[in-house]
């Protein structure tokens, strides 16, 4: 069997032992490259990969496939997004090969927003699969090299199987309610064959270090590499909505009133998030950090830099 499968850093990284940075990039709402491209300017150095979004809060953007091959263009590598939202199974896995034959090998899958939180409110969701379907997919195409339905990935010339060198993501909120069945899902996805899992935005770090605790009982985190979610805001405007209007995310009031406080509420925002990632590195099990700053990702290479962090380059590992 062979198996495309170009040069993946975030994969390097995790299977040496090194402190992994994702980062999260909103596609635009229009054909215009030079956002993505312009997005990929400011984060260049400062990541070992970057998340393209796949209609983010069911808002029409510009597809996570294309951006991924921009981003790879551009010298940074990608993690393409798939939800089980808008696809069936035969477009998830016509989409997986289109990415492999692109140099794409990162993919993480997630359910999808709610159309209702979007711009085509009556538009019809697909979720054909779950997220854990597919994961077990994706593992499935990698591994033995066959198609869900079992048909092997043939070329009908040679007639080699063509397996697509994939490295798997899933999500995970450590914050939502009830609090029993998270570890309970996260093993499901591992089990699927999530190689790597993007947390929810961190700020109640006490509540997620027991989440972790309860994870490495479990023997999870040596099953899977878990990345921190980092969230650096700019106001406590941003902090209330995301706390009203965000499922599952703890914001203490505590942060808040530092926010509100705050002479220069954007610093402010930055050191919270330094001292999360900080606190982050200290606890047993995490691998890395994924950086949610939409709309400010200018911010991202400060903060990578105030923490001390190695990243890699397209060309390798940093020394």
């Known amino acids: 069997m062979k198996s495309i499968k170009p040069e993946n850093q975030l994969e390097t990284v995790i299977k040496t032992g090194g402190f992994a940075v994702t980062a999260e990039i909103m596609p ?3 054909p215009d490259p030079r956002i993505i491209r312009k997005k990929a300017d400011l984060i260049r150095g400062s990541v070992t990969a970057a998340n393209l979004t796949d209609n983010q809060s069911a808002v029409v953007r510009m597809s996570s496939l ?3 091959k921009i981003l790879l ?5 990608p993690i393409m997004q798939i939800t089980c939202r808008d696809r069936n ?10 990415a492999a034959a692109l140099g794409v090998r990162n993919i993480l899958c997630v359910s999808g927003d709610h159309l209702q939180f979007g711009n085509h409110p009556s538009a019809r969701s697909v979720f054909d699969v779950d997220s854990v379907q597919l994961i077990r997919i994706l593992k499935t195409m990698r591994d033995r090299g066959c198609f869900q339905n079992g048909q092997p990935i043939r070329n009908r010339k040679t007639g080699d199987i063509m397996a697509p060198g994939l490295f798997i993501g899933a999500a995970a909120n450590p914050f939502r309610q009830p609090s029993r069945f998270h570890p309970v899902r996260l093993k499901k996805k591992i089990r699927a064959g999530a190689d790597f899992i993007q947390t929810q935005p961190v700020f109640d770090i006490n509540r997620f270090r027991d989440w972790m605790r309860r994870i490495a009982d479990l023997g999870l985190d040596q099953e899977t590499a878990i ?3 980092v969230s650096p805001v700019k106001s406590p405007r941003a902090l209330i909505f995301m706390k009203k209007y965000i499922p599952g995310i703890h914001i203490p009031v505590e942060l808040i009133s530092r926010m509100e406080q705050a002479g220069d509420p954007r610093q402010e925002g930055v050191r919270i998030a330094l001292e999360i990632i900080l606190q982050l590195r200290e606890i047993p099990g995490i691998r890395g950090i994924h950086l949610m700053a939409i709309g400010w990702e200018s911010i991202i290479p400060e903060l990578v830099s105030a923490a001390r962090i190695k990243t890699v380059r397209m060309s390798g590992l940093e020394m």
């Open 28 to 30: 635009s709402k229009t």
């Open 66 to 68: 294309a951006c991924s």
């Open 73 to 77: 263009d551009a010298g940074i590598e």
């Open 89 to 98: 199974r035969l477009a998830i896995q016509s989409d997986v090969l289109g």
């Open 227 to 229: 990345l921190a979610g």
